[in-house]
């Protein structure tokens, strides 16, 4: 069982990272205004990736032997 929950731990923490690495890729230098992000969904996307990589290392943590 501890292996599943490790396993689900550490997919939440790479979704969080992939989360807020696509929401930094989002940006486009000022190239293509009109396809970027407003700066509310940036910090949100963030925000929703940052909580995961923090749940997923804290179970992962609360795991550890």
Same mark, same amino acid.
């Given at each position: /069982? @501890?292996? #599943?929950? @490790?396993?689900?731990? !550490?997919? #939440? +923490?790479?979704?969080? #990272? /992939?989360?807020? =690495?696509? +929401?930094?890729?989002? &940006? %486009? &230098? !000022? @190239? %293509? *205004?009109?396809?970027? =992000?407003?700066?509310?969904?940036?910090? =949100?996307?963030?925000?929703?990736? *940052?909580?995961?990589?923090?749940? !997923?290392?804290? !179970?992962? +943590?609360?795991?550890? &032997?």
């Amino acid at each position: /069982m @501890k292996t #599943v929950l @490790k396993f689900a731990f !550490g997919l #939440v +923490t790479f979704a969080g #990272v /992939m989360l807020i =690495l696509g +929401t930094a890729g989002a &940006d %486009c &230098d !000022g @190239k %293509c *205004l009109e396809n970027s =992000l407003p700066i509310g969904q940036i910090l =949100l996307q963030f925000g929703i990736g *940052l909580a995961g990589v923090a749940a !997923g290392a804290l !179970g992962l +943590t609360a795991l550890a &032997d």
